[in-house]
């Protein structure tokens, strides 16, 4: 089993930076798919970045286009947590954000809630206009 716990969330003005972690617990998860999800008011839990192995010495890295050029996935598999660098952050980015792992070998970033095994509580993220 694996816990998750997120943290680093808050409330932010327009264009602020906030940096979001996942701490591991339980197993380490530098072989797992690794993801960051949000859930805005209304909507469907959506894929935002996340880390895929190639069960070598690669990970992938993707992100959703909406947050491309603004956040940065990050792991630090000596701390067994992973990172999300949010800048320039919009109030569309306002939303619950999710750490997700998987623990198979794809060969790619799953950006399914489905794929994911293990999740965290969630840690809000509240962008002010």
């Known amino acids: 089993q694996v816990q998750l716990v997120e943290s680093g969330g808050g409330l932010v003005q327009a264009g602020g930076s906030l940096r979001l972690s996942c701490a591991a617990s339980g197993r380490p998860i530098s072989n797992y798919g690794v993801a960051w999800f949000r859930r805005a008011p209304g909507k469907e839990r959506a894929f935002v970045a996340g880390?895929?192995?190639?069960?070598?010495?690669?990970?992938?890295?993707d992100y959703a286009d909406s947050v491309k050029g603004r956040f940065t996935f990050s792991r630090d598999n000596t701390k067994n947590t992973v990172y999300l660098q949010m800048n320039s952050l919009k109030p569309e980015d306002t939303a619950v954000y999710y750490c997700?792992?998987?623990?198979?070998?794809?060969?790619?970033?799953?950006?399914?809630?489905?794929?994911?095994?293990?999740w965290g509580q969630g840690t809000q993220v509240t962008v002010s206009s």
């Open positions: 880390s895929g192995w190639d069960g070598g010495y690669t990970y992938f890295v």
């Open positions: 997700a792992a998987d623990p198979r070998l794809r060969g790619k970033v799953p950006m399914t809630p489905d794929e994911y095994d293990y």
